[in-house]
């Protein structure tokens, strides 16, 4: 941390204040860079010209702004960058008030030493770096809700009132987020296709409907979370409409197939055998003439043949016995 | 106590041939032919001696009432009489075979069409030795 250079923005009208705030820094920090702006419009200008600036120094009282709106403004360009504000005891009070509106920390220009200075300005930079951090990774959070491809609910926890959804979650279900934040998880879901809820824990497969009246099949998993300091429960859905419809088209031809399966089995097997019994008894019965067996023979090897077929698509649909009785 | 081979079955030409391998068998007891198990099952209901023995040789898919809706109805019955029951179907559906196990009177399931040696052996039955 020492070896590093830091670059300073000082803004102070007073060239007396400005010149022992440069001597305490130097003495303290050694090399460290430091540039100054007068009033507040030259602070924005340089503002936009440097870059990798560390801190801000600010003296409350500038000729061309002061006192809050000029708190406000310099914050609002410093943006990650940490400020600490310059005063007298008159303005004390409110030095205090602008800690709550982000300003890192204040200094009475009239106790100020190099070493309260030099302290400040550490603690204030690396105070402001673990905050960006925060941020930054909170930042990550609300985009891996906001950004993810899956629909995802965050609700509340007891009541299932919505509290926000995500974008994925708009474009699939075409309500806006307006329509979502007045409904309730369940209103989504048709009647007859709900998933369980244990302990505000969702888990399943569950019908909802979008705003077009169409229904989607969704697999639901559920994680309680906490949002804006509540307990919440946040849900995400994946849409498995696909699939569904595939298994369900499989099932249904399982189904004709089984039908055709039965059909062979019953019905077209009956005329069949209704002719090799006669064939049967023709042969048992009668007396055939020599010439006429050979008629006989290929009639009782076409009925096999026909009775063979018919075994085989049974087999392939597994429905036939797979011993003889007798 | 009377004994009768009832046939069961909607194909007339099934009945014929039927009647026709029963009879090779030289079966005493008279037999009787009916179009479905409605008719069957009327017929069993009117009886109202007892120590009967009735043979059914039952076809499974039939109109108005199936064997399998026969032998539902048959099974609610409490009947004086003993009923033996062979089925003798098309059907190599496996359900079908399963089925037939359920029922105490079943016997036997035969596969169509039978021969008369089949009948020859099925007469052996040890559950038909009073019947014979």
């Known amino acids: 941390m020492e070896n590093r250079k830091y670059h300073v923005l000082v803004i102070e009208d007073n060239p007396g204040d400005f010149l022992l705030i440069q001597d305490f820094l130097e003495e303290e920090f050694g090399e460290v860079h430091i540039s100054r702006a007068e009033c507040f419009k030259s ?231 209704r002719m090799m019994g006669l064939i049967e008894m023709m042969e048992e019965e009668y007396k055939i003439e020599d010439d006429q067996k050979d008629i006989i023979l290929n009639l009782k090897s076409s009925c096999h043949e026909l009775d063979g077929i018919i075994r085989d698509i049974l087999k392939k649909a597994d429905r036939i016995k797979t011993s003889q009785n007798i | 106590m009377n004994k009768e081979l009832l046939l069961v079955d909607d194909d007339e030409m099934m009945l014929f041939l039927h009647e026709r391998i029963v009879k090779k068998c030289n079966i005493s007891a008279p037999i009787r032919s009916f179009r479905n198990g409605k008719e069957v099952l009327d017929y069993l209901l009117e009886d109202g001696g007892e120590g009967n023995i009735y043979l059914i040789l039952l076809d499974i898919n039939m109109p108005v009432m199936s064997g399998w809706d026969f032998m539902e109805e048959l099974n609610k019955q409490k009947s004086k009489n003993r009923i033996l029951v062979v089925i003798i179907s098309s059907s190599l559906d496996i359900e079908d075979l399963e089925r037939s196990q359920q029922y105490a009177q079943v016997i036997d399931y035969l596969e169509k069409p039978i021969k008369s040696e089949l009948m020859l052996r099925l007469m052996k039955h040890e559950k038909l030795r009073d019947f014979i």
Request: glycine share 6%; charged share 25%.
């Open chain 1, 43 to 273: 602070a924005r200008a340089l503002f936009h010209q440097i870059s990798g600036l560390d801190i801000i120094l600010l003296d409350l009282s500038l000729p061309d702004s002061s006192g809050e709106t000029l708190v406000n403004d310099v914050l609002k360009l410093a943006g990650t960058v940490p400020l600490i504000v310059l005063t007298g005891f008159a303005d004390k009070e409110f030095s205090v008030k602008s800690l709550s509106m982000g300003v890192s920390d204040y200094l009475l220009k009239d106790e100020l030493t190099s070493s309260s200075l030099f302290k400040s300005v550490l603690y204030s930079i690396e105070r402001k770096a673990i905050s960006n951090k925060l941020e930054h990774s909170e930042q990550r959070y609300k985009d891996i809700f906001r950004l993810s491809p899956q629909p995802m609910f965050l609700c509340e926890k007891g009541s299932e009132k919505l509290l926000s959804v995500n974008e994925a979650a708009l474009r699939k279900y075409g309500f806006s987020l307006g329509e979502f934040l007045s409904m309730r998880l369940k209103d989504l879901e048709t009647d007859d296709f709900s998933s369980e809820i244990v302990d505000s824990e969702y888990k399943g497969v569950s019908g909802h409907k979008t705003k077009g009246g169409e229904t989607i099949f969704v697999e639901v998993q559920s994680n309680s979370v906490f949002f804006d300091e509540e307990e919440a429960v946040l849900i995400i859905a994946s849409d498995i409409t696909d699939r569904m419809n595939y298994i369900n088209k499989i099932e249904q031809q399982n189904r004709k197939l089984s039908d055709i399966a039965w059909i062979q089995s019953h019905i077209l097997r009956a005329p069949l055998v």
